[in-house]
C-alpha cells in the first residue's frame, strides 16, 4: 500500500502495482496507494506564486470529506489549481454517487453528497402524497426504512419537505454519524463574514446589467387556455405570468375534462432554453452549459420553494456547427490569464480597470495585474480597445493553448488497446470479424498520426497476447495461461506505434478472425484480461475498448448468472441486481482512471452478461456501454461498425479533468454522469469525447446571495490528439432573483429533465424501481404546487392546472421518464442487462438526445413517398410530428418512429400495396415474418425517397446508428415491444396514459394547495 510513485522507476513490477507512468514528476506523491489521510504535495506548480485555489481549500469542504474518505483535499496553500498539469497526484477516488463503497469500512465515499433523511417518510406536519401509479398492480410496500449503514441514500430527495438545495453546504458533507439528523435544521447558520461586503458590486466596466425581468415569450395566448371559461381576473397579468389547463370533468358528464390534443407536446422541436443567451448575449451557447434555471435564487429561503432539482447539465465538448467553432487562443509566452485568487480564465465579463492595468475577476472580484503582454488601452467606455479581436473577451466559449513548460510528462499520444473476446460466441456471431474489419478500416483514421499507439490482447479461456515489433512481418503471439498470477509476457512490444508497426498490425488484423474461427472455448477469463491490459496500458493511458461476449467465468472478476428473479423486484434487494456484485469492477474502475485509462465497454451476448457489474468499468472512466443484445453479425453489422468507427475517430479530449468554477455563494456539490472524482470538484475524465454531457447540482453557500449576477466557468483541462495540451473553458452569467415565480419562469425543462433522470436512476441503485418513480412524480407535483400557490388563490383558478409556460412540458417528460427502459414497470417490462445498459446510456446523454429518447419522433410517411417525384422535395412539409399514441396511427398509411437510436417503420394493414410492394420487392401478404427482412433500397422512387429519410434522420444524430426495424400492424407480440410499448400517452399494461396522467399530477397538485 506504500509505493510512492517516484521511488518506483525501476522495471515495471509485475504483479505487483504498476509503476506510475508519472514518475518523473520530482517531489510527486503517490497518495493513490495510501489509506488513511493524504496530504498532496504537488509538483512544480504551473502558475508560480499563484496561491491556492479556494475551491480546494476551503475548510467546511474539505474537513467533512476527510472524516469519511481516504482522500487528501487538504491542500497546501501553494497548491497550483490542480487542473491544469497536476498529472502527479492521484488522490484516492471518490465516487460520484450512490454506489456502494468498496470498502465499506472507510465510510460512504462521498464526495459534496447531500445526505439527506431517508425518503419515504414524511415530515412532521406533512402530508404524504399518494402514491405514484403503479405499472402493476401490487401489494403496497412498506415505506423505506431509515438507512443505518452503508452509504447514505442518494440525494435525490423524496421528501416531502425540504428539497436538497434547502441544506446549506456544510450539510451536505455531513459526516455519517449525522445520517437522519432532521432536515428541521434548515440552518439558521450563515456563512457571510460579518461586515464583508459583497466583493461583487463591481460591474463598472463595459458590461451593461441585462434586466432581469426581460419580457420572456411567456405570452400563453397561443398555447393552452382551454376552458371557455377565462381566468376571472387580471387576464392581461395572467396571460403573462402563466399557462393554464382545464382538468376535472364538468358536474353531471362523463366527459373526462382534458381535451387530449390540447395537451402540450413538444412536437414542434425540442425544448431549447434560448433565454439565457438573450438576456446574455456574451454567455457560451446553451449546449455546453444549461442550468435547470436561468434564475438563481438569493436565499436559501427562496431555493427551499423551488422543488425542482437546481443544478446544470454540461456538454464540454459537444459538436459545434461552423459559426459556434470554438476559438483557440495561445497566449504564448505571457501565459494564460487567470485569476491569481480563484483561477477562473479571463472571459468576456471580466472588467478591466485602471486604465488598462489591471483586470477585475468576475467570480471572486479580485483586481488582478494586467500582464505588461496582454495590456490595452481602454476606450471611453472602459472597454478594452483590442476586445474586439481577442476571442477570450468576446466568446463565451474558447479554447487556451496551456503552455507545456511545467508538465510533469509530455501530453500523451492517442492510444488505444482492444480487449476482445474469442470465445466460441464471440466467434459464431460473426462479432469477432467484424470488430477486425472495422478496426483495420480505421486505421488510417485513428486519431492522432503519427503518434498514435495500439495493442491488441485477446481472450476466452486463456490470455493471449501479441508482439507487434515493427520489424516482424507477422505478429507474435503469447498465451499465458495462468489466470491468478497474471503477468506480462514481454515489457515491450505489446504497445506499439501505429506507424511503425502498421504492417504487422494490418496482418494482425486480417488473420484475426481466422485464427480463432474453430475455437470451441466457451470460457471467459475476462478479469485476468483486463488487468492484464491495465498493466500494459498503464505507463501511459488512453482509451481501453473491450469486446465482451460471455459473461466472465474464470479467474478474478468472475461472476455468477444472478438471474433476474421476479420474487427480488418490490423487496430491499431489489437494487441490487443493478449494480456491480463484485467489488473488483469497482476497483479496477478507479485504478484505470488512475491511469489515464477510459474504458468503452461493447457487450454482445445472447445471455445475461451482468452488464451492471462490466458497465461500472465505463462508469467511472468516462467512458461509454454499447449494448448489442443477441448480437448477429447478418443483422447487427452495419450498427456495429458504424459505432465502433465513430467510437475511434471521433475528436477526444484525452487525460482530462473537468472543474466548474462558480461565484461565490454556490457551489455545485454532486456530479452525475459517467465520471470519477478526483477531488470535491474535480472530476477525472481519462479518455472523454463529444458524445458525453455531465449533470451537477447546485447549492447556495450562503443564506443571502447579495450580488446580482452569479457566474459559471467549465474548464476541461486535456491533451488533444495532436498533442497540445487545452483548456476548453465556457462561461455563462445568470441573474441571481429574489422572486421564486421568476425562477419558474426561466426553468429549463430540457436541463430539468436530464438532471431528474439520472437523480432517478442514481436511485434505482440503492432503492426500488418504485421509489425511483415516486420520486420524479414527487419533484413535479411539488414544483406545480408551489407554482399553483403562487398565482391561484389570488386569481381564483380553482379547477384550473396551472404551470409556467417554460414548464409546459415537464409533466409529459416525467411520464416519458417513469415509462423508460431504466424506470419502467418492474420484473418483466425490460431485461436486467436491457435496463442497465439503457441506465448507463442515459447517464451521459446530452439533453436534446435524452429528449429525443424518452419523446421519440412520430410521423407519417406514405404521402410524401408517394408523391411524385416531379414535386419539389420538401419534406418538411410532412415530416410533421405526432403525438405519441395509437391514435396517431391510421392503418392506411406507413409510419417511422425515431428515437435516436434506432428506426421503427410501421406499415399500417391496410397501406396501399403499391408502397408496400416499392418498398419491400413483394405485397406484405406474402412475407410472413417482416423481423426477417432487411429493407434495401431499391430502383424505384418511392424506395429511393424512403431512403432519403433515412439518411437525413440518420444526419441528424450522427452519435450512433439507428437500425431500421419493419413491423406491420397487428403483428404480435413484436407490434407492441417495438412500437406500441413506446407510445407513451397510451394506457398500456397498467401504465397511466397522458391524461389520466395529468389528471393525477392535478389532483396531487391540488392537495393541500
Ligand atoms: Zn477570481
Known amino acids: 500500500m506504500q509505493p510512492m510513485g517516484n521511488e518506483n522507476a525501476g522495471p515495471t513490477k509485475f504483479p505487483g502495482r504498476p509503476v506510475s507512468p508519472f514518475v518523473a514528476a520530482p517531489q510527486t506523491t503517490m497518495p493513490f496507494f495510501s489509506s488513511g489521510h493524504v496530504v498532496e504535495k504537488t509538483g512544480p506548480p504551473n502558475f508560480p506564486g499563484r496561491p491556492a485555489s479556494p475551491f480546494l481549500s476551503a475548510p467546511q469542504n474539505a474537513m467533512p470529506l476527510l472524516s469519511s474518505v481516504p482522500v487528501g483535499p487538504s491542500i497546501p496553500s501553494s497548491q497550483p489549481s490542480p487542473d491544469v498539469g497536476n498529472y502527479q497526484r492521484f488522490p484516492t477516488p471518490v465516487y460520484p454517487s450512490n454506489v456502494q463503497s468498496i470498502t465499506p469500512a472507510h465510510g460512504p465515499p462521498y464526495a459534496g453528497q447531500a445526505v439527506l433523511p431517508p425518503p419515504g417518510l414524511p415530515s412532521p406536519g406533512q402530508q404524504p402524497l399518494p402514491p405514484p401509479f403503479n405499472f402493476r398492480p401490487q401489494p403496497p410496500q412498506p415505506q423505506i426504512p431509515l438507512v443505518s449503514m452503508g452509504p447514505p441514500p442518494q440525494s435525490f430527495?423524496?421528501?416531502?419537505?425540504?428539497?436538497?438545495?434547502?441544506?446549506?453546504?456544510?450539510?451536505?458533507?455531513?459526516?455519517?454519524?449525522?445520517?437522519?439528523?432532521?432536515?428541521?435544521?434548515?440552518?439558521?447558520?450563515?456563512?457571510?463574514?460579518?461586515?464583508?461586503?459583497?466583493?461583487?458590486?463591481?460591474?463598472?466596466?463595459?458590461?451593461?446589467?441585462?434586466?432581469?425581468?426581460?419580457?420572456?415569450?411567456?405570452?400563453?395566448?397561443?398555447?393552452?387556455?382551454?376552458?371557455?371559461?377565462?381566468?376571472?381576473?387580471?387576464?392581461?397579468?395572467?396571460?403573462?405570468?402563466?399557462?393554464?389547463?382545464?382538468?376535472?370533468?364538468?358536474?353531471?358528464?362523463?366527459?373526462?375534462?382534458?381535451?387530449?390534443?390540447?395537451?402540450?407536446?413538444?412536437?414542434?422541436?425540442?425544448?431549447?432554453?434560448?433565454?439565457?443567451?438573450?438576456?446574455?448575449?456574451?454567455?457560451?451557447?446553451?449546449?455546453?452549459?444549461?442550468?435547470?434555471?436561468?434564475?438563481?435564487?438569493?436565499?436559501?429561503?427562496?431555493?427551499?420553494?423551488?422543488?425542482?432539482?437546481?443544478?446544470?447539465?454540461?456538454?464540454?465538448?459537444?459538436?459545434?456547427?461552423?459559426?459556434?467553432?470554438?476559438?483557440?487562443?495561445?497566449?504564448?509566452?505571457?501565459?494564460?490569464?487567470?485569476?491569481?485568487?480563484?483561477?477562473?480564465?479571463?472571459?468576456?465579463?471580466?472588467?478591466?480597470?485602471?486604465?488598462?492595468?489591471?483586470?477585475?475577476?468576475?467570480?471572486?472580484?479580485?483586481?488582478?495585474?494586467?500582464?505588461?503582454?496582454?495590456?490595452?488601452?481602454?476606450?471611453?467606455?472602459?472597454?478594452?480597445?483590442?476586445?474586439?479581436?481577442?476571442?477570450?473577451?468576446?466568446?463565451?466559449?474558447?479554447?487556451?493553448?496551456?503552455?507545456?513548460?511545467?508538465?510533469?510528462?509530455?501530453?500523451?499520444?492517442?492510444?488505444?488497446?482492444?480487449?476482445?473476446?474469442?470465445?466460441?460466441?464471440?466467434?459464431?456471431?460473426?462479432?469477432l470479424e467484424i470488430v477486425a474489419k472495422t478496426i483495420k478500416s480505421c486505421l488510417d483514421e485513428l486519431l492522432g498520426f503519427p503518434r498514435t499507439q495500439i495493442g491488441f490482447l485477446t481472450f476466452d479461456s486463456t490470455l493471449h497476447f501479441y508482439n507487434m515489433k515493427s520489424s516482424f512481418t507477422q505478429p507474435q503471439m503469447m498465451v499465458v495461461a495462468d489466470l491468478d498470477d497474471i503477468f506480462i509476457p514481454l515489457p515491450d512490444d505489446l504497445l506499439v506505434n501505429l506507424s511503425e508497426s502498421r504492417t504487422v498490425v494490418d496482418a494482425f488484423l486480417d488473420s484475426l478472425p481466422s485464427m480463432f474461427v474453430d475455437n470451441v472455448n466457451i470460457e471467459s477469463a475476462f478479469g485476468p484480461a483486463l488487468k492484464a491490459a491495465f498493466m500494459v496500458m498503464s505507463k501511459l493511458g488512453g482509451k481501453l475498448l473491450i469486446f465482451q461476449s460471455t459473461l466472465p467465468s474464470l479467474g478474478i472478476g468472475r461472476l455468477k448468472l444472478r438471474g433476474d428473479d421476479l420474487r427480488i423486484y418490490g423487496t430491499d434487494k431489489e437494487h441490487a441486481l443493478r449494480i456491480a456484485e463484485d467489488p473488483f469492477y469497482k476497483q479496477m474502475a478507479a485504478d484505470l482512471t488512475q491511469y489515464q485509462i477510459g474504458v468503452n465497454l461493447y457487450a454482445f451476448s445472447d445471455r445475461y452478461s451482468d452488464i451492471a457489474s462490466l458497465g461500472t468499468l465505463a462508469k467511472y472512466t468516462g467512458g461509454q456501454v454499447y449494448y448489442f443484445p443477441s448480437f448477429l453479425g447478418g443483422i447487427h453489422k452495419e450498427k456495429l461498425s458504424y459505432e465502433l468507427a465513430r467510437d475511434l475517430t471521433r475528436e477526444t479530449a484525452w487525460e482530462a479533468v473537468m472543474r466548474v468554477r462558480c461565484g461565490k455563494g454556490v457551489r455545485f456539490t454532486t456530479y452525475h454522469g459517467h465520471l470519477m472524482l478526483r477531488s470535491t470538484d474535480l472530476l477525472a475524465l481519462p479518455a472523454v469525447d463529444c458524445d458525453k454531457a455531465f449533470a451537477m447540482q447546485l447549492s447556495l453557500e450562503e443564506t443571502l446571495l447579495t450580488t446580482q449576477t452569479v457566474y459559471f466557468q467549465v474548464a476541461l483541462l486535456y491533451t488533444s490528439s495532436s498533442g497540445e495540451r487545452r483548456i476548453r473553458v465556457h462561461t455563462a452569467a445568470a441573474p441571481v432573483v429574489a422572486d421564486l415565480g421568476e425562477m419558474y419562469r426561466q426553468a429549463n425543462t430540457g436541463a430539468l429533465v436530464c438532471l431528474l433522470s439520472r437523480l432517478a436512476i442514481e436511485k434505482t441503485l440503492s432503492h426500488k424501481l418504485e421509489d425511483a418513480r415516486h420520486a420524479i412524480q414527487l419533484r413535479i407535483v411539488k414544483g406545480l404546487r408551489e407554482y399553483r400557490n403562487l398565482y391561484a388563490v389570488q386569481h381564483r383558478l380553482g379547477g384550473r392546472m396551472i404551470f409556467p409556460e417554460s414548464l409546459k412540458f415537464l409533466p409529459l417528460y416525467g411520464l416519458s421518464l417513469l415509462k423508460s427502459i431504466p424506470l419502467r414497470g418492474g420484473y418483466a417490462d425490460a431485461q436486467l442487462d436491457e435496463r442497465c445498459a439503457a441506465g448507463f446510456n442515459v447517464m451521459i446523454l446530452p439533453i436534446k438526445r435524452l429528449l429525443k429518447l424518452i419523446y421519440p419522433t412520430l410521423i407519417r410517411i406514405d404521402e410524401y413517398l408517394v408523391m411524385a417525384p416531379t414535386v419539389a422535395d420538401d419534406f418538411g412539409n410532412f415530416s410533421k410530428r405526432l403525438p405519441l399514441s395509437s391514435e396517431s396511427l391510421n392503418s392506411r398509411g406507413l409510419y417511422m418512429y425515431d428515437d435516436g437510436y434506432r428506426f421503427i417503420i410501421w406499415f399500417g394493414g391496410m397501406l396501399s400495396s403499391d408502397i408496400t410492394t416499392s418498398l419491400l420487392g413483394v405485397d406484405l401478404s406474402a412475407i410472413p415474418d417482416l423481423s426477417k427482412v432487411s429493407l434495401c433500397e431499391r430502383d424505384n422512387h418511392i424506395s429511393r425517397k424512403l431512403f432519403g429519410i433515412l439518411k437525413r434522420f440518420r444526419e441528424s444524430d450522427p452519435s450512433c446508428y439507428q437500425m431500421c426495424h419493419l413491423v406491420r400492424q397487428g403483428e404480435q407480440p413484436r407490434e407492441g415491444l417495438l412500437l406500441l410499448s413506446n407510445l407513451i400517452e397510451d394506457q398500456i399494461g397498467g401504465t397511466v396514459g397522458y391524461v389520466d396522467w395529468i389528471q393525477q399530477i392535478h389532483r396531487q397538485v391540488q392537495q393541500s394547495a
Open 157 to 431: 430527495n423524496s421528501m416531502p419537505r425540504g428539497s436538497m438545495p434547502t441544506f446549506p453546504l456544510e450539510s451536505s458533507n455531513l459526516h455519517p454519524s449525522m445520517l437522519g439528523y432532521p432536515n428541521s435544521q434548515a440552518s439558521p447558520v450563515t456563512h457571510v463574514p460579518p461586515g464583508q461586503a459583497s466583493p461583487f458590486l463591481s460591474h463598472q466596466g463595459g458590461f451593461v446589467q441585462p434586466p432581469i425581468r426581460a419580457p420572456l415569450g411567456l405570452n400563453s395566448r397561443e398555447q393552452l387556455t382551454l376552458t371557455s371559461m377565462g381566468p376571472p381576473i387580471s387576464v392581461q397579468n395572467l396571460v403573462e405570468e402563466f399557462s393554464s389547463l382545464s382538468v376535472g370533468s364538468v358536474p353531471g358528464s362523463i366527459d373526462p375534462g382534458i381535451d387530449s390534443k390540447a395537451l402540450p407536446r413538444p412536437l414542434d422541436g425540442d425544448v431549447e432554453s434560448k433565454s439565457s443567451t438573450v438576456m446574455y448575449p456574451l454567455n457560451c451557447h446553451p449546449k455546453f452549459l444549461s442550468l435547470t434555471s436561468h434564475a438563481i435564487p438569493n436565499s436559501q429561503s427562496l431555493l427551499s420553494r423551488w422543488h425542482l432539482p437546481l443544478g446544470a447539465v454540461v456538454h464540454p465538448l459537444a459538436e459545434a456547427s461552423d459559426e459556434e467553432e470554438v476559438p483557440i487562443v495561445n497566449f504564448g509566452p505571457t501565459g494564460i490569464i487567470r485569476c491569481r485568487r480563484c483561477q477562473t480564465y479571463v472571459n468576456p465579463y471580466v472588467t478591466f480597470t485602471d486604465g488598462g492595468r489591471k483586470w477585475r475577476c468576475n467570480l471572486c472580484a479580485l483586481l488582478n495585474d494586467v500582464p505588461s503582454d496582454y495590456f490595452s488601452l481602454l476606450d471611453a467606455s472602459g472597454r478594452r480597445c483590442d476586445a474586439d479581436q481577442r476571442p477570450e473577451l468576446m466568446k463565451g466559449s474558447v479554447e487556451f493553448v496551456a503552455s507545456t513548460e511545467n508538465m510533469v510528462r509530455p501530453p500523451m499520444p492517442p492510444l488505444y488497446f482492444f480487449l476482445i473476446d474469442v470465445s466460441l460466441s464471440a466467434v459464431r456471431s460473426g462479432m
